[in-house]
């Protein structure tokens, strides 16, 4: 089993900056591929970022590419998402999930966290 607890989220403007953390623990990180997603209120979830076992490989939802940031601490068990130039329609409860395969793009990950509420107001 992978336990996964996001924080970072919490209440911004249009325009400013956040960083969501994921900290990993249960089994070795390394092994695991990491993604980013998200889900706004009467929305499905939405893909976000992710990123491989080793940091070298990253993708991104078109929606936030040249925004948002994935990178991955594998000495502290942490990935991170760093979003810049919020918008309100970034507005969503983002969750962290891991997995042994990496695939990309949205897949149906096997661990998930609980996620953590971002909103950001015009």
């Known amino acids: 089993q992978v336990q996964l607890v996001e924080s970072g989220g919490g209440l911004v403007q249009a325009g400013d900056s956040l960083r969501l953390s994921c900290a990993a623990s249960g089994r070795t990180f390394s092994d695991y591929a990491m993604g980013w997603f998200r889900q706004a209120p009467g929305k499905e979830r939405e893909f976000v970022a992710a990123i491989s076992w080793g940091g070298n490989t990253t993708y991104y939802a078109d929606s936030v590419k040249g925004r948002f940031g994935v990178s991955r601490d594998n000495a502290k068990n942490t990935v991170y998402l760093q979003m810049n130039s919020l918008k309100p329609e970034d507005t969503a409860v983002y969750y962290c999930?891991?997995?042994?395969?990496?695939?990309?793009?949205?897949?149906?990950?096997?661990?998930w966290g609980q996620g953590t509420q971002v909103t950001v107001s015009s």
């Open positions: 999930a891991a997995d042994t395969t990496f695939l990309g793009g949205d897949y149906d990950y096997a661990y």
